[in-house]
């Protein structure tokens, strides 16, 4: 079971984003709520537990990271919601 961030933290920010959109670019950050180093707290999160997939996107001047939360059949139950997957 992951640690819980601080409430008003920018991982609490981070990861309720992450939570409701599904996944986050450094970009959105910054414009959503002036994170500037998303990268340090995705590590963060990662750190306290969580599962966040780094993929790289290209674009029209190089590529850039966008950061997706994993959520696990164990955080499914936690939350109280089922799994679509589940069998049995």
């Known amino acids: 079971m992951a640690t819980t961030p601080t409430p008003g933290s920018q991982c609490h920010t981070v990861l ?17 709520f002036r994170c500037y ?10 750190d306290m537990g969580y599962d966040i997939e ?7 001047n190089g590529t850039h990271a ?15 919601q089922m799994s679509m997957f589940a069998s049995g």
Not at 37 to 46: C, M, S, V, Y
Not at 66 to 80: C, K, N, S, V
């Open 37 to 46: 180093r998303l990268a340090a707290r995705i590590k963060d999160l990662r």
């Open 54 to 60: 780094t993929h790289t996107e290209d674009h029209g």
């Open 16 to 32: 309720t984003y992450l939570k409701r959109h599904g996944s986050i670019t450094a970009m959105q950050a910054m414009t959503d």
């Open 66 to 80: 966008r950061y997706e939360l994993r959520i696990t059949d164990a955080d499914l139950e936690a939350a109280g």
